[in-house]
């Protein structure tokens, strides 16, 4: 049954350049559905000079959705507020222990210690719904600790959807320099191994605890065959919506959506084409190829990649 005095959130996990942007723009289409993106990085882009705007293409301080979600929420953006959010945002991990058990005592520990900032989270979700005028709310924050924390805000109704995407495609994608909020970044496949394996690794270390039992699809998946997927992703969070969106078997018509952070795509307006971005399998070299699989056989053997079928429609534990 609903929770009319919950927000309803489908979080997505996972690894960030898995698709997360592209599949959360198109469940925003969805009736009833909102994407903002990485809502972990509001504060950042709001109050920092290195944020990047607004999916709008405004910066996130000039938008006018913001602007009212912030409103709505706390009367308005003050400093104080951007100094408390800022400074949960900097210690993140390194500050508390929350892959421990759900009942334990570090995150009694947490709970209370973040309680002010419990409270400021539940006041923006709750802003967020009734600004977007939505029944779910997609987060594309991906970061662990994040998810863990919006464990704790009670007025929030969890639903979280694991993406994952193959390794080998990953690690390719980390070859080439990135920039991001005025960062350069390049990681080499045994770094990118790494990465992949220890944020999978802290998801899974953390899943038996949420409320609902969490969805993890795999992002060949969803390009492969987007309807079934998206079909099966709303009935998970329990709406029934009068159609999806798609055009047709693979394509979607994009309207401008307000989120924040993530992968310059989500700018991108009109109609487009959901299909893998597979270059790896031609350009990536072997040597990186057999490291990489070498380093993350385990959950790859997990979630199915080790197999010598093309990729299907799987979802589930």
């Known amino acids: 049954m609903k929770d009319n005095n919950k927000v309803k959130v489908l979080y997505i996990a996972g690894t960030g350049r898995c698709g997360s ?40 301080s000039a938008c006018e959705t913001w602007e009212a979600v912030l409103k709505e929420a706390y009367g308005g953006a003050t400093e104080s507020l951007g100094r408390r959010m800022l400074q949960f945002r900097r210690d993140g991990i390194a500050k508390h222990n929350f892959l421990r058990a759900p009942n334990s005592r570090a995150t009694r520990a947490l709970r209370q210690s973040l309680g002010e900032t419990l409270e400021d989270l539940e006041r923006l979700y709750r802003a967020v719904q ?24 009670d007025a929030i109704d969890l639903y979280v959807l694991h993406l994952v995407r193959d390794p080998r495609a990953w690690a390719y994608a980390f070859l080439h320099k990135i920039v991001r909020g005025g960062s350069v970044l390049y990681w080499k496949p045994l770094r990118s191994s790494f990465e992949w394996s220890i944020r999978n690794c802290a998801f899974e270390a953390m899943s038996g605890g949420f409320q609902h039992r969490p969805l993890r699809l795999r992002y060949e998946d969803f390009v ?28 979607v018509n994009l309207d401008v959506q307000h989120t924040v ?26 040597r990186h190829r057999i490291l990489v699989t070498a380093a993350t056989w385990p959950l ?3 979630y199915g990649y080790l197999s010598s079928a093309p990729a299907t429609h799987v979802l589930g534990e």
């Not at 997927?229 to 919506?241: A, D, M, R, T, Y």
């Open 21 to 60: 942007t592209l599949l959360g723009n198109t469940l925003g289409q969805v009736e009833g559905f909102a994407h903002v993106g990485e809502l972990f990085e509001l504060f950042w882009a709001k109050f920092s000079q290195e944020g990047s705007p607004c999916g709008c293409g405004a910066p996130i």
């Open 130 to 153: 009734k600004v977007f005028n939505c029944e779910v709310i997609v987060d594309s924050s991906k970061a662990s600790f994040y998810l863990y924390t919006l464990q704790l805000v």
């Open 224 to 251: 492969a065959n987007p309807r079934s997927c998206l079909q099966s992703i709303v009935n998970f969070v329990g709406e029934i919506p009068s159609s999806l969106p798609l055009q047709d078997e693979h394509s």
């Open 261 to 286: 952070w993530g992968n310059p795509n989500r700018f991108k307006r009109g109609t487009i084409e959901i299909r893998e971005d597979d270059s790896w399998k031609i350009e990536m070299k072997n």
């Open 300 to 302: 790859m053997a997990k």
